[in-house]
């Protein structure tokens, strides 16, 4: 039973002090009690059957009460909770229409301050639940967060009128790129009373052991004290990186801690759960992600090997156009410069894309193909139309830190998509007029320069609004002295621009 405080910290353990350290030493847990025959438990830990069976009772009818599916007196209708229907159905199913009810009009939101942003994410950042950001370094997660601790402030629709907290794992809150924001942005200047940066709560936990203290003791008394709208922790990973990558020392320490990770994550996503329900506060964290190096595809398809690998050698070594005038140095790009005579001449460019015709059942069982559809990153085409053939297992593939565990503490999950946005260069001819570079998009694309770049958001799941489709990018985004917006097409109303 030492999970009892944990699921039910007001439950009343006076009448059970016998039963209790006997539970502990035998290793017996909630589910155990709520799943399991009374007899079976009790032969287990060596108690009376009688005893564990009226405990397994009030844990049950304390969990039905805070689930709104007791009667109004607090007690569980009996009648009800057999398989069949009895007498008290109907008043209970009014109680719980009543509860949804309620719950619908709690529905809070928190504004990124562009429509199409809102639009995608159903309506903004709600409140009760965990909503996690994810992306590479520049996508945009910190520009977004800061947008969020600022609108948070304002009176609805746009946020809750109330102060925000900032949490950081690895640098303090950007002070500058806020007084930005605020001198910026329409909304926030023309807002009254408009945010301020004296209304913004800061905390720094500079390693685990600090993270895990502040957010177990400290965060419950500043939620009651201050009441904030918001709590943004950025990042969630970067101490947890810090301490897995410390003890990488001795061969025998990675399982055992990574099973203590596993543990500490669950921990903190019941916790983090409970406050946001409790207090009505949207949490927003910020995770960093990695590289994907792991296939895709089915393993077994020699033949989707063979053409995945003609496809990588015609991108790489396809021929540059003729130049304007003729030249006896290849230049220090040219692809052929150094390459085989085997390779110059590439394979047709009439292979059509390879496709995996059927795909074994095991292999769909796998962590590496069903990934793409809770992590964000591939089942979306690239934005370069010459790779847009080519499988995903060889584009740039992330996966969010924290693994499949911590992926099921959060409710919500967006993905900030950052890719290069390529443009040719241009160079003088004979007559001095322009004249571009061939087309390269592949693994060879010298003569492509990368300008800017260019970057998607995209809810990956969340249970109040339908995810990107797959294929579907999601909304291209940019971020400007004003924060973050939506890029729309010519003539398209919303969001204010430079």
Not at 131 to 138: C, H, I, K, Q, R
Not at 222 to 244: G, M
Not at 459 to 472: I, R, T
Request: with cysteine; hydrophobic share 35%.
């Amino acid at each position: 039973m030492t999970d009892l405080l944990h699921i039910l910290p007001d439950f009343p353990v006076t009448g059970y002090t016998h039963l209790i350290p006997s539970l502990e030493k035998h290793l017996i847990t909630c589910a155990d009690l709520l799943t399991l025959e009374a007899p079976e438990v009790a032969k287990r830990a060596q108690l009376p059957p009688h005893d564990v069976r009226k405990l397994a009772d009030d844990i049950l009818a304390r969990l039905q009460g805070q689930l709104g599916l007791s009667t109004p007196d607090g007690n569980v209708n009996e009648e009800t909770n057999s398989k069949g229907k009895g007498k008290g159905t109907a008043k209970e199913e009014s109680h719980i229409r009543k509860l949804s009810i309620d719950l619908a009009k709690q529905w809070h939101t928190i504004s990124t301050l562009d429509d199409k942003l809102d639009s995608a994410l159903g309506g903004g950042i709600p409140t009760g639940f965990i909503t996690e950001l994810t992306g590479e370094s520049g996508a945009g997660k910190t520009q977004l967060l800061l947008t969020l601790l600022l609108s948070a402030q304002l009176p609805p629709p746009h946020g809750l009128a109330r102060p925000t907290l900032y949490i950081s794992t690895e640098h303090p809150l950007p002070t500058t790129r806020l007084s930005q924001l605020l001198s910026t942005h329409p909304i926030l200047t023309s807002a009254s009373p408009p945010p301020s940066l004296s209304r913004i709560l800061t905390l720094q936990t500079p390693d685990l052991e600090s993270q895990d203290h502040i957010l177990t003791y400290q965060l419950p008394v500043v939620l009651a004290r201050h009441s904030p709208a918001l709590i943004i922790i950025d990042s969630i990973a970067a101490n947890y990186r810090a301490e897995t990558s410390s003890l990488t020392t001795t061969p025998s320490t990675p399982p055992a801690a990574l099973a203590q990770r596993s543990t500490d994550l669950i921990r903190l996503g019941h916790l983090l759960r409970s406050l946001a329900c409790e207090f009505n506060c949207a949490i927003v964290v910020a995770n960093q992600v990695s590289d994907r190096f792991a296939p895709t595809f089915a393993p077994n398809s020699s033949q989707h090997l063979t053409q995945r690998n003609r496809l990588i050698n015609q991108d790489a070594y396809s021929p540059s156009p003729a130049p304007s005038t003729p030249s006896s140095d290849p230049g220090p790009l040219s692809p052929t410069a150094h390459a085989p005579s085997s390779v110059i001449n590439p394979a047709p460019t009439s292979i059509p894309p390879p496709t995996v015709t059927t795909t074994p059942t095991a292999t769909l069982l796998t962590l590496d193909h069903q990934q793409r559809f809770f992590t964000g990153w591939g089942d979306s085409p690239p934005s370069l139309p010459r790779l847009q053939h080519q499988h995903p297992a060889n584009q740039n593939l992330k996966t969010p830190s924290l693994g499949l565990i911590w992926a099921n503490q959060i409710t919500c999950r967006v993905a900030l998509v950052k890719e290069p946005a390529y443009q040719r260069q241009l160079h003088l001819g004979q007559e001095g007029l322009a004249v571009s570079d061939g087309v390269r998009e592949g693994i060879a694309g010298a003569e492509w320069a990368p300008r800017r770049f260019r970057r998607w958001m995209r809810v990956v799941f969340a249970p109040w609004v339908g995810g990107v489709s797959v294929g579907e990018r999601g909304v291209e985004f940019e971020i400007w002295r004003g924060g973050v917006r939506a890029i729309r097409a010519e003539g398209e109303k919303g969001g204010e621009r430079e």
